[in-house]
């Protein structure tokens, strides 16, 4: 696109009003029908998912409620996040497509100064990155040093011209200024090739200067370096690595050279190859993790698709919270050498603390995954992954007990597989994991078992510690007005995230229904009170909020929209702008199996109101029941010390009082 017409397209956005009219229009049946081979099953409709290799069909739509989901992926939403999945689309495309679909004209309203000044930005940045891609690309394929340089060390490492182009590897000239030069040329602002890193100022009058100024210089900072650009799960270009030349790198330890951290691109938050992987990964139910960009460029050349690369780095949270959107299996694929054993090992408590399922393959010595995938085919790679892959706890026992004939020094070995174990979520993986250990350390399996579960209560004291340090509130009794949420008890796994997820579905799909008629007020009036209006009114009264982010955001946004006339709160979160939420609601807004005509009688014989009400006590008693046990163990580690007992024991007294007037307002018996 053209830099000033894009400038021009920046500062306007589609209107909310032209929004509903195009999201008014879809028929999902029609939308998803262009894509997949649908047939009717009952009120819905059934075909096999697009999103990954399906045998029977799991992909349901709904006209009713315009929404679709798979029931093995989890992929689902709208016609608008369908369309952005299946089409690799941003979410304007999709709504363009849509109106273009159903003959709607495109509205688009003036962006506010703020607006304007902060989409303008990003998207000049990522304009401007997107320009240096070409731009690197072209001079590879048609520039006479690009050929001769660039394109001639791609070819020694075996790279093919196809896979040249699906990762768009580009050379940046060895001028320095080569790239700052053409970009001003064309259009571009100084501003905007320093904040994305493409260039690095040299001031003529102050080399420490950071103003840009009449007498600034801007350096290229990949000259003379072979492009790998960066994108990110939706194919925007985030960043570059460039890496010095076969024949520059005698001496040089920094043979790689990677775009700064910026608006766009924060490398703790993006994979390299992500997006030419990610249908791979859902396919394959599985991802490889590598450590280069060759790596992975290798195995997609030898025919191995589902592999990304963490460029040597320690893998975040937010790097395997991205893959886990796609698959929970991850095999970690190094070279056997020291830096491959202490990349596999680094990462692996945090992958399995997100429930995924981690196995290791290190190859040979002397071979990385780009090496060995040059030296077999794709199915001989497989092979050789299928049947030399190990669990981690084989990985971790072959490495840490291999020749220790030390008692002491195998007691830590054997404490350190413990510790990765008591990470795992799921309680019957971990106490699969457990057995298996037992039986491969050849230590006693009850043993394991009580080390394990003071691993656990060891970390889940240090997080009582740390939610009462960061609470610092004060406590509730049965007569207290006070905040329960000054507990301290806001973590997802301490609160009950099922009665979270039953109250925030309630909220969805029934937040505009009123359920209180003509309360009076506290000047005489009345009012009512809508679902949302009550949950909010309910919890804020204590100061509660959901433990989940994204819950708090929809009541919120419920609450203000839900007394406006003809607002279906339904509708609303399924054709709302934020995938996050739209997904959501989609997911609490679908059932896989259709109620028969007489249980859809039973079941709304159940008040409405009478359910929200249930869950909100539920959502009470699990507070107070967890604060029961936090005392207990309060208590436990306090032993004999009267001087700690005596309030703990106060405070037990008055907290069981109070679950014990929630439970029976619930109407369900508390053993004391």
Not at 161 to 174: C, H, Q, R, V, Y
Not at 339 to 344: E, S, Y
Not at 627 to 644: E, P
Not at 648 to 667: H, I, P, S, V
Request: charged share 25%; aromatic share 8%.
């Amino acid at each position: 696109m053209n830099y000033e017409l894009f400038c021009n397209f920046a500062l306007v956005m589609i209107d909310r009003a032209t929004v509903d009219k195009i999201m008014d229009a879809v028929n999902i049946v029609d939308v998803v029908g262009e894509f997949v081979n649908l047939r009717k099953s009952g009120v819905n409709y059934k075909g096999l998912c697009p999103f990954h290799d399906d045998k029977t069909p799991s992909f349901m739509v709904s006209p009713a409620r315009q929404i679709c989901k798979c029931f093995s992926c989890g992929e689902g939403g709208n016609a608008v996040n369908f369309l952005m999945k299946h089409e690799q689309i941003t979410y304007p495309e999709a709504l363009r497509w849509l109106a273009k679909k159903y003959n709607i004209e495109i509205q688009e309203r003036e962006l506010s100064d703020d607006e304007k000044r902060e989409q303008s930005e990003r998207e000049s940045m990522f304009i401007i990155n997107e320009w240096a891609c070409d731009y690197f690309h072209n001079i590879l394929k048609n520039d006479v040093d690009g050929i001769a340089i660039g394109k001639q060390y791609f070819r020694s490492r075996g790279i093919r011209d196809d896979i040249i182009e699906k990762f768009k590897l580009g050379f940046a000239l060895t001028k320095r200024d080569a790239l700052a030069h053409e970009a001003k040329r064309k259009g571009y602002k100084d501003e905007f090739l320093v904040k994305t890193g493409l260039c690095y100022e040299r001031n003529a009058d102050n080399a420490n200067s950071q103003q840009l100024t009449a007498n600034s210089q801007l350096i290229d900072r990949f000259a003379g370096r072979a492009i790998f650009p960066w994108l990110n799960v939706s194919g925007k270009v985030v960043a570059f690595g460039g890496r010095k030349l076969d024949a520059a790198t005698k001496g040089v330890q920094q043979k790689y050279v990677n775009s700064p951290d910026s608006e766009i691109y924060h490398k703790e938050r993006e994979l390299y190859g992500i997006y030419q992987a990610k249908k791979a990964i859902v396919k394959e139910d599985c991802v490889y993790m590598v450590e280069g960009y060759t790596d992975v460029i290798a195995m997609h050349q030898c025919g191995l698709e589902n592999v990304v690369a963490n460029s040597g780095t320690a893998l975040s949270i937010y790097q395997i919270r991205l893959l886990h959107r796609f698959t929970p299996n991850i095999v970690l694929l190094y070279d056997g050498d020291e830096a491959g054993i202490h990349a596999a090992m680094r990462g692996t408590d945090m992958l399995l603390q997100e429930g995924m399922n981690v196995k290791v393959l290190l190859l040979p010595d002397g071979d990385d995954p780009d090496s060995f995938s040059r030296k077999h085919t794709a199915q001989q790679f497989k092979e050789y992954i299928e049947q030399h892959q190990t669990d981690f706890i084989e990985f971790k026992t072959d490495l840490l007990l291999k020749n220790v004939k030390d008692p002491i020094k195998r007691a830590e070995a054997i404490n350190n597989i413990v510790r990765s174990v008591s990470v795992i979520p799921d309680p019957i993986v971990r106490a699969t994991y457990i057995t298996e250990c037992s039986r491969r350390l050849e230590v006693n399996e009850r043993t394991l078992i009580t080390q394990t579960n003071k691993f656990i209560a060891g970390d889940k004291e240090e997080q009582r510690k740390i939610a009462e340090r960061e609470a610092n509130g004060p406590k509730l009794t049965a007569n207290s007005q006070e905040p329960i949420a000054n507990y301290g008890l806001h973590s997802q796994e301490e609160q009950s995230s099922e009665v979270e997820r039953l109250i925030i579905q309630n909220v969805i799909r029934h937040g505009e229904e009123v359920i209180f008629e003509d309360l009076e007020t506290e000047d005489g009036g009345t009012v009512n009170l809508n679902v949302a209006q009550y949950v909010d009114f309910d919890l804020s009264s204590d100061g509660l909020t959901f433990s989940t982010p994204l819950y708090n955001t929809i009541l919120q946004e419920a609450v203000e929209h839900s007394a406006e006339p003809g607002f279906k709160a339904s509708n609303y979160f399924m054709q709302h702008p934020d995938t996050a939420i739209s997904q959501l609601a989609a997911s609490l807004g679908i059932d896989r199996h259709q109620l028969s005509k007489s249980f859809e009688m039973r079941s709304s014989e159940t008040s409405l109101r009478q359910r929200v009400q249930h869950l909100i006590l539920d959502f009470r008693l699990d507070i107070v029941s967890q604060r029961l046990k936090t005392i207990q163990q309060q208590m436990k580690d306090a032993g004999a010390d009267m001087g700690k007992l005596r309030p703990l024991m106060d405070d037990y007294k008055e907290t069981l009082e109070l679950r014990n007037a929630l439970a029976q307002q619930r109407g369900s018996d508390v053993m004391v």
